[in-house]
């Protein structure tokens, strides 16, 4: 047999999920749909000189995964844009600084879509996405990853309001004054909530805000389902079944968010989809450069996005990259979706925040999940519910019981 034609044939057995060819007809209904991602960290990059949302780049080359052209290319109409923070220290003085970064990071979004009001649209309602895609804009929906930066006082979640949140993650990989991570390696300090988090809580929703349990402890996840008025988002997270990390969700657990309405969002971060060994020598080059990012915007003197790819480059250079492929990725749709259906699945695949698999490295490539969609058998208005119907229901079930 020819070489390439076994190859191909190989290919076939050895990928029963994943299909490189994807028909015009596939990627018309792809265009169809309204195609929304819950968990964009690309902010983090709008706050280096020399990144241009607009300009096309490539990955791995200049380490970016999300820009206008690819996501025009993608079909990608939009998501929730990440105010992103790191933890730190749980005392007023760290409150302060990071508080001031994070509004820093939410201007950013802000200041993106106003030099851009051609291209973008800040979004804030439920209603706006169609609205916005009608109009042949993307989507800037603006959420936090870590409520760290409220630190004990509230009402600072009413600003984060006022600036355009509309959705709400407490916690990040470390426990912090609200709620237990999933990933602190000292364990548990809450069994689930703070106090102050259940307060938290019930203000995002007087608020109309999603709340999101990606990256919290499953004890806290559990209490933000049986408190929430409205039902609880995990932005992107995996099943715990399918590939067994802290990060993700175990079926029973799964299926209590289910039965309140909940909606998993899936995220592609390799890490949690197989077991990949991150070098120590890789871990604490990464440390490096993301503690001098940080360092920089506290200073006024943002890293250059120039500088930000050569030490990324360097590292991966040094320390190789593995990568799940999109096979091991879609296994948690496949079981997603076996076990809660098509209304409580989504995706937040972690773009420029450490997601994408070896097939999909980019938001261009996203008709694949289209693709795997329609060869499961679901048809145009299921995969519409996947791609954004799930997380606006949320958004508009928050916003029907916010506080009148
Ligand atoms: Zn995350």
């Not at 804009?137 to 936090?144: E, G, L, N």
């Not at 067994?244 to 968010?257: S, T, Y």
Request: glycine share 8%; aromatic share 8%; with cysteine.
């Amino acid at each position: 047999m020819h070489l390439v034609l076994l190859t191909l044939l190989l290919a076939t057995i050895c990928n029963p999920l994943y299909s490189s060819e994807i028909s015009e007809e596939i990627r018309e209904s792809h265009k169809r749909v309204l195609v929304l991602d819950s968990h964009l960290d690309t902010p983090i990059r709008l706050a280096m000189p020399g990144f241009d949302i607009t300009e096309r780049h490539e990955h791995p080359a200049d380490q970016s995964q999300v820009d206008l052209p690819r996501m025009l290319e993608g079909g990608l109409d939009g998501g929730f844009w990440v105010i992103y923070t790191s933890q730190g220290e749980l005392t007023e003085t760290a409150y302060a600084a990071v508080k001031k970064s994070a509004f820093r990071t939410g201007n950013l979004i802000r200041k993106m879509v106003s030099d851009h009001p051609n291209e973008f649209s800040l979004a804030l309602s439920a209603d706006d996405a169609k609205r916005i895609a009608d109009n042949g804009k993307i989507s800037v929906y603006m959420s936090i990853e870590n409520a760290y930066p409220i630190g004990t006082d509230l009402s600072v979640l009413d600003q984060f309001y006022a600036i355009g949140v509309r959705m709400l993650g407490l916690v990040h990989v470390k426990n912090n004054q609200f709620a237990d991570s999933s990933t602190d390696p000292l364990g548990p300090r809450w069994n689930g909530l703070s106090p102050l988090g259940r307060q938290l809580v019930q203000k995002a929703n007087d608020l109309g805000m999603i709340i999101d349990a990606s990256h919290a402890h499953d004890l806290a996840l559990e209490q933000m389902i049986s408190l929430s008025r409205t039902p609880i988002l995990l932005s992107h997270s995996g099943c715990k079944s399918v590939f067994d990390h802290p990060r993700n969700v175990g079926d029973e657990l799964l299926l209590k968010l289910k039965n309140q309405g909940g909606v998993i969002q899936l995220n592609s971060l390799g890490a949690y989809l197989k077991t990949i060994e991150i070098p120590e020598g890789r871990k604490a080059i990464y440390k490096t450069i993301l503690r001098d990012r940080a360092l920089g915007e506290i200073n006024n003197q943002p890293m250059l996005y120039k500088d930000f790819v050569h030490r990324f480059n360097a590292m991966y250079k040094r320390f190789p990259k593995e990568m799940a492929s999109l096979d091991h990725y879609l296994a948690h749709f496949e079981h997603g979706l076996d076990l809660m259906g098509s209304k409580a699945v989504g995706v937040g695949a972690d773009w420029d925040g450490g997601g994408g698999v070896a097939e999909m490295n980019d938001v261009s490539k996203i008709p694949y999940i289209t693709k795997f969609l329609s060869d499961k058998g679901y048809d145009e208005k299921d995969i519409n519910d996947i791609w954004s119907g799930n997380l606006l229901r949320l958004l508009r079930q928050a916003e029907f019981n916010k506080l009148k």
